[in-house]
């Protein structure tokens, strides 16, 4: 049995998986003020781009995880926003539909050229081996998890706060109309939106894919933690998603150690359910991302 001090470690390190797996989601809820059904499948990218480039194309690990940045930001640019959301904004029915249908064919696909059987092992460790502390022993790299966290989360709020054009993204969620008209580039922002979108999760999955199994029905799972947090913080509010995904992470530590394993998904359902019937906006609901 581990003790307060574990549950805490854990509650820590699993936020921050958490949090980066969420960030892209509720930005582009925040900017773009869409629901993203096709979320999934830049988390699906992220891993199995990098394995692509190294194993089809008989590249090095370096040249994977920089061609996979490229590659997420063709997809998310040429086909997730320009093929599909773009022309669709009005259309609600449609922009859903199109995009879990682009979810499914990018699952469908993986597992076609990459199945299981495949035995995808990214080598992307950066520390080796374990850590001690205290009852609780957990792989080095997970410690690489917290601080890419800890990393991308700062570098958002000085984009956001500091600099000209986070001020204008922030505008732009706020009302896209008067944005407009008061001169902001929609297009360049709402462009500069999705790239920053895939920079969490795709960061996110290269650095813990050494220490998970990964499958091509991953990106369900991981989507509907990322929906869950981001529900719990706020739609769209990314001050309330680096809230939510501590709490999200420390009631899984607390579950999964202290009770029983299973119930995981359980609680976590059950505490995001009766937050949204007693605060419906969520916890930290603004009128801007930040």
Request: overall charge positive; glycine content about 8%.
């Amino acid at each position: 049995m581990l003790t307060i001090e574990g549950v805490l470690i854990y509650g820590v390190v699993l936020g921050a998986v958490y949090l980066l797996v969420a960030m892209g989601f509720s930005l582009i809820c925040g900017v773009l003020g869409i629901f993203n059904l096709g979320y999934s499948a830049t988390i699906l990218v992220a891993v199995y781009g990098v394995w692509m480039i190294m194993s089809t194309f008989g590249l090095g690990l370096t040249f994977g995880i920089i061609g996979v940045f490229f590659l997420q930001v063709l997809f998310t640019l040429a086909i997730l926003y320009y093929a599909i959301i773009k022309p669709n904004m009005e259309k609600e029915d449609v922009l859903l539909t199109a995009l879990l249908l682009l979810s499914l064919i990018v699952e469908a696909a993986v597992n076609y050229w990459y199945p299981l059987s495949t035995g995808v092992d990214l080598p992307t460790t950066i520390l080796e081996g374990v850590v001690r502390i205290g009852q609780v022993t957990l792989p080095r790299q997970m410690f690489v998890v917290v601080a890419a966290a800890l990393i991308i989360t700062i570098a958002f709020i000085i984009f956001f706060t500091k600099t000209r054009m986070g001020l204008k993204v922030r505008a732009l969620s706020q009302d896209h109309r008067a944005a407009r008209i008061l001169g902001v580039n929609v297009e360049r922002v709402y462009a500069l939106g999705i790239i920053l979108a895939v920079l969490p999760p795709t960061i996110c999955m290269i650095v813990v894919a050494p220490m998970w199994a990964i499958n091509p029905k991953m990106g369900h799972s991981l989507f509907q933690t990322a929906i869950l947090v981001t529900i719990l913080g706020g739609l769209g509010n990314l001050r309330g998603t680096l809230l939510a995904s501590f709490i999200v992470g420390l009631i899984a530590a607390s579950v999964n150690f202290l009770l029983n394993p299973r119930l995981v998904s359980l609680a976590i359902l059950v505490v995001v359910f009766a937050v949204m019937m007693i605060k419906p906006e969520g916890i930290a609901k603004s009128e801007t991302i930040w």
